[in-house]
């Protein structure tokens, strides 16, 4: 078999990112002690990203990685990276690392630069004309699994309430998967600004509460604010795919009406 013919059954970007993640949690294992529990929730993501990447360029009918998609592809290995560590750091307060510690910094610097890798991506999709649905995608799936990986570490601080931030993406999918009643939920609403300004809020919010920058009380209002709006959101556009659908509905109810002009006119008096 010919090498193009590999690379067409087997994508080579998630393997790369397998990769990847394999590598940077070896770095993390000698830099700040990862555990099995840390590599086991690592690998496991690694291989979901791989896997999950591999179904969508099969899908889209695509075998390699755009240059935005490959910057994607380095915040997702690095968000593998943040699970580990939250990973190891157990379901406790006590357990959970401090900014101050060594694995507390290692995480505060993966988020931070997932987030700044998150304003490059776009830009580099635009300015090389690749934007596609698939990296579209990709970027929107990083962003969220980021924020659930971080509400998890946050909670043990701020409490359980803050799951709701990371959870509501994924609810929102459940609810679409199972809208068998209501499928006009499986539509799409167009981009607004305000949304993705709300989703960075999201990741800000909860890496600054990571780091331990502010007092736990302005920590708490800046992720409460960020769930708050969240909500906003997520009700906007339930809200606007409920009124899309009952447009179309009067739309498809409105009868024709009879043609104007004078072909219609005589249509009418061969009838009469």
Excluded at 18 to 40: F, M, N, Q, Y
Aim: with cysteine.
């Amino acid at each position: 078999m010919s090498g193009d013919a590999v690379r067409q059954v087997f994508p080579s970007g998630p393997a790369t990112g397998l990769v990847g993640v394999l590598a940077l949690l070896a770095s993390l294992h000698s830099s700040v002690g990862l555990d099995v529990r840390g590599w086991t929730v690592g690998i496991g993501c690694g291989v979901a990203l791989a896997v999950l990447l591999a179904c969508g360029l099969v899908a889209a009918r695509r075998y390699v990685l755009l240059p935005a998609d490959r910057v994607t592809l380095t915040r997702a290995v690095l968000v593998c990276g943040v699970a580990g560590l939250t990973a190891d750091a157990g379901l406790t307060a006590d357990a959970a690392p401090t900014a101050g510690s060594g694995s507390g910094r290692v995480l505060v610097t993966l988020c931070a630069v997932a987030l700044v890798l998150d304003a490059v991506d776009g830009q580099v999709a635009r300015r090389t004309g690749t934007v596609s649905p698939l990296g579209a995608r990709f970027d929107m799936e990083t962003d969220a699994f980021l924020i659930l990986v971080l509400s998890i570490h946050v909670a043990r601080d701020l409490g359980w309430w803050v799951l709701g931030i990371g959870a509501a993406r994924y609810l929102l999918l459940l609810v679409r998967v199972a809208s068998r009643w209501m499928p006009w939920l499986r539509g799409q609403v167009p981009p607004r600004r305000w949304r993705k300004a709300v989703a960075a809020h999201q990741g800000i919010a909860l890496t600054v509460a990571t780091a331990e920058v502010l007092p736990a009380a302005a920590a708490t209002v800046a992720v409460a604010a960020g769930l708050v709006l969240l909500l906003v959101s997520f009700g906007t556009e339930v809200a606007t795919l409920r009124r899309r659908a009952r447009q179309k509905a009067v739309v498809v109810a409105t009868p024709v009406a009879w043609p104007v002009g004078p072909l219609g006119e005589a249509e009418v008096r061969s009838l009469t």
